[in-house]
């Protein structure tokens, strides 16, 4: 697999329409030797790129013009698969609209740790409801998709925030009544709220007879090895190990290893660097142990210690290649277009791949 992320919200303002768009990029993307894109289907503030009347909805400008239509089409005349790409369980317009949906913290207050998020508590039944609706509404609408990504999907950005609403609570009293809130038992307990929305929505993806995607993080410590599936399963919800373990598992699991963003995290450039992404891949690897196809995920975006130019990308793919993946995925299209020569070097990185 080799792949490209792309988010139309880059490209507004450009004076191209929604098929002149698809046109372009997808003849660039096939001239590269991409063969699978994830299209950011329904960006959480401002809405679709796709056409929906589903209950919240919204649609952007692209939206309203079929982006996602336009893409298909075109994607599939050149052989490039085409997988919607879900941030969530984040959703503006829904979390404005029903505020007994949103999480909560200790102190009853909406759990919002900035200015764009709009998390919604997996564990209440009626977002479940929603949610599962909106997945199924997409799948319906778009049957030539070719499958669905749910990425970085996490109850709490980091530590013990969230979630305290009444379901969480009610619930978590009635399977361990008297246990500490928050507490071990606690965050094994909101993690498995995650893990069945993520398993239900693979299975619902599976029942049409398309991939199903998990891309999430992989946390690094300042050691450089990668945290285990239960430390981040503490710290932010998100079980990678329960997840595989489940039934109806995701086809794919796409790993985030960006070395840059560790490098800038803990001021240090020497234990992360690109060739940092080889071991990171291997260790990956060994945590999903053959229950899902592999794809490693690298970004050209600035950490705060710049961009990455050509160099530096190439450098990165040939390390990530080396730990010998099954994928590569870069976000995104935006930022490979803008870095010098980046373009030119993919038309040869991909051959690491056969077809």
């Known amino acids: ?12 303002g450009r004076g191209l329409s929604a098929r002149g768009l698809a046109e372009r ?33 919204i649609m952007e400008d692209y939206g309203r013009q079929d982006l996602l239509g336009h893409m298909l089409k075109e994607a599939h005349r050149r052989g490039i698969k085409v997988i919607a790409w879900l941030n969530g369980a984040q959703h ?25 998020s709009y998390f919604l508590c997996v564990r209440n039944p009626e977002v479940m409801n929603w949610w599962l609706g909106f997945v199924d509404d997409l799948l ?14 996490q109850v709490d950005l980091w530590g013990d925030h969230a979630c305290y609403c009444e379901h969480c609570r009610g619930q978590f009293a009635g399977v361990h009544p008297g246990e500490a809130v928050p507490g071990d038992e606690w965050r094994e ?45 503490d710290a932010i919800g998100f079980d990678l190990e329960g997840v595989l373990a489940g039934p109806s598992r995701p086809d794919v699991i796409q790993a985030e290893l960006i070395w840059q963003q560790w490098a800038a995290a803990y001021g240090d450039g020497g234990t992360f660097t690109a060739e940092w992404t080889c071991e990171a891949v291997r ?5 999903v142990a053959g229950r899902a196809r592999l794809i490693a995920h690298v970004e050209v975006t600035d950490f705060g210690r710049g ?21 590569i995925d870069i976000y995104d299209s935006y930022q490979i277009e803008k870095t010098k020569e980046a373009a030119d070097y993919l038309e040869t990185a991909w051959l690491s791949f056969a077809d």
Not at 28 to 44: C, E, I, K, P, T
Not at 211 to 223: K, L, N, Q
């Open 189 to 233: 307990f909101r993690a498995e709220g995650l893990t069945r929305l993520l398993l239900a929505s693979s299975r619902l993806t599976q029942s049409y007879g398309k991939e199903s995607h998990i891309t999430t993080v992989f946390t690094a410590g300042r050691d450089g090895n990668l945290l285990s599936s239960e430390q981040v399963r």
């Open 1 to 12: 697999m080799r792949a490209v992320r792309f988010d139309a919200g880059y490209y507004y």
């Open 283 to 287: 260790e990956a690897k060994r945590m």
């Open 140 to 153: 319906t609408h778009y049957p030539d998709l070719d499958g669905i990504d749910l990425a970085e999907f």
């Open 92 to 116: 503006k317009q829904v979390w404005e609209a029903h505020p007994a949906w949103r999480q909560k913290t200790r102190e009853g207050a909406d759990y919002k740790p900035d200015r764009d």
């Open 307 to 327: 961009a990455l130019d050509s160099a530096g990308l190439a450098r990165t793919i040939a390390a990530a290649v080396e730990g010998r993946p099954d994928g």
């Open 25 to 57: 990029l997808v003849r660039s993307w096939s001239d590269q030797g991409v063969n699978l894109v994830y299209f950011y289907a329904y960006n959480r503030v401002y809405g679709a790129r796709y056409r929906t009347r589903y209950a919240g909805n």
